[in-house]
T-cell receptor, first 113, second 114 residues
Framework: DAGVTQSPTHLIKTRGQHVTLRCSPI?????VSWYQQVLGQGPQFIFQ???????GRGNFPDRFSARQFPNYSSELNVNALLLGDSALYLCASSLAWGYNEQFFGPGTRLTVL | DQQVKQNSPSLSVQEGRISILNCDYTNSMFDYFLWYKKYPAEGPTFLIS?????DKNEDGRFTVFLNKSAKHLSLHIVPSQPGDSAVYFC?????????????FGKGTLLTVNP
């Protein structure tokens, strides 16, 4: 079975632009979470979705938004990009609500110039 | 305020020996703990987890120990292999909270020397 997939793998944007990152969870998994990892730090929680509803939001500005689709895939949108948004964006899926184990995709490396 | 701390940025061990990675947490609401391994240019890979109702969980060469009173957990790898060389992240979850977000430490770089 395929694991969590994310696209694109790498992305280069300039300040002020908008970006959309995509994630497909493991087949059968219904919950998706997004994390941001900057160099030298652990992943930081951005959003969690379950059954298309936002179930949690981390300490990120409103420039960050996300949604989950009926097929449980998800996208993360970031508006008005700043240099500090350069990071590895990780998507994780879990089987359902109430499951602590999350399984991560390979990430999207975003560079903002 | 870091709620999950991995105070050793790096650890070097010889192949065949035991690797012990440590993690401390401050939030007493955390009740589920996970360890992930991460290679460069890959996402974190789930290794092993433990619920706060247990003090030990084993899976092959990996054992996690939880000391709730000390708010401390450790991951033991026995025997260590060169392929274990990676960054190891400790993560914690508050299952009674409104979501199941994971709070991560900064990671420990493990190097296993042949």
């Amino acid at each position: 079975d395929a694991g969590v997939t994310q696209s694109p793998t790498h992305l280069i944007k300039t300040r002020g632009q908008h970006v959309t990152l995509r994630c497909s969870p493991i087949s059968g998994h219904k919950s998706v979470s997004w994390y941001q990892q900057v160099l030298g730090q652990g992943p930081q929680f951005i959003f969690q979705y379950y059954e298309k509803e936002e179930r949690g939001r981390g300490n990120f500005p409103d420039r960050f938004s996300a949604r989950q689709f009926p097929n449980y895939s998800s996208e993360l949108n970031v508006n008005a990009l700043l240099l500090g948004d350069s990071a590895l964006y990780l998507c994780a899926s879990s089987l359902a609500w109430g499951y602590n184990e999350q399984f991560f995709g390979p990430g999207t490396r975003l560079t903002v110039l | 305020d870091q709620q999950v701390k991995q105070n050793s940025p790096s650890l070097s061990v010889q192949e065949g020996r035991i690797s012990i990675l440590n993690c401390d947490y401050t939030n007493s609401m955390f009740d589920y703990f996970l360890w992930y391994k991460k290679y460069p240019a890959e996402g974190p890979t789930f290794l092993i987890s433990i619920s706060s109702i247990k003090d030990k969980n084993e899976d092959g060469r990996f054992t996690v120990f939880l000391n709730k009173s000390a708010k401390h957990l450790s991951l033991h790898i026995v025997p260590s292999q060169p392929g274990d060389s990676a960054v190891y992240f400790c993560a914690a979850s508050d299952s009674g909270g409104s979501n199941y977000k994971l709070t991560f430490g900064k990671g420990t770089l493990l190097t296993v020397n042949p």
